[in-house]
């Protein structure tokens, strides 16, 4: 997929013991450290969900690294769909943001 600047744009949730463990922020420092776009947020349900959006190589290696987590996660499941440029639409402009749980 192709959203104008970004060769690749995904939708992940992340599902196990993700909330309360220094997750989110952890998974701003990796996507900030590859060069991507996007946020993350809890969600009511216990889970994360994030969008990246970059270089394919850079979102893939991403995707892959969401099931290590920071130390203390333990992650059970993690679902990745394609998005498209409407998915950033969260980050009013900024590069990578954390957001409140929805």
């Not at 991507?36 to 947020?41: D, F, N, Q, Y």
């Not at 769909?81 to 009013?92: S, V």
Request: hydrophobic fraction near 45%; proline fraction near 3%.
């Amino acid at each position: 997929m192709n959203d104008g600047a970004y060769e690749r744009i995904v939708r992940a949730v992340v599902r196990g013991k993700v909330q309360g463990v220094g997750y989110r922020n952890w998974t701003e420092r990796q996507a900030l450290a590859r060069g991507l776009a996007g946020w993350v947020r809890n969600r009511s349900d216990g889970s994360v969900e994030a969008v990246f959006a970059g270089e394919a190589d850079n979102v893939a290696a991403m995707s892959e690294s969401l099931s290590r987590g920071p130390p203390a996660s333990r992650v059970s499941g993690i679902e990745i769909t394609e998005a498209d440029a409407g998915a950033l639409e969260a980050t009013f402009g900024a590069r990578f943001i954390v957001l409140p749980t929805a």
